[in-house]
């Protein structure tokens, strides 16, 4: 019997899933159901804040090979405004404003800005509007 697949690498491939769509269509709107499914999966989990789960989002957030890597960890800060995660954003944006990283500073501020009850760019994925 194989076994079966972890969360951490479900939710990696997806997020993968996620880039790929958004690269060919450039649409969160055609990405956000592939996003939803990927929350309600750790939503379903035992243990939403389990070490697989932070293992992913971490792996978005630090992913230079994710070009949805910044949607993927909004959305999921959005639905879930998690303390840990916001602590390691947060930790990384610093990190960049040491080093004057402008282009970081400006990614790990999208990711930040998600984490707001009146985040400004939720619109873009309908079903955090449900």
Do not use: C
């Amino acid at each position: 019997m194989p076994e079966p697949e972890r969360l951490d690498d479900l939710l990696v491939d997806g997020f993968r899933q996620v880039s790929d769509i958004l690269d060919e269509r450039k649409s969160t709107l055609a990405a956000d159901p592939v996003l939803a499914e990927l929350a309600d999966l750790v939503a379903a989990a035992p243990d939403p804040e389990s070490d697989e789960v932070k293992r992913a989002l971490l792996h978005a957030v630090d992913s230079r090979e994710l070009s949805g890597a910044a949607e993927a960890v909004q959305y999921f800060a959005h639905r879930f405004r998690w303390t840990w995660l916001r602590e390691e954003v947060e930790r990384r944006h610093l990190d960049s404003l040491t080093r004057v990283d402008h282009r970081l500073i400006r990614h790990y501020e999208r990711m930040l800005e998600a984490f707001s009850p009146e985040w400004e760019d939720r619109d873009l994925f309908p079903s955090l509007n449900s």
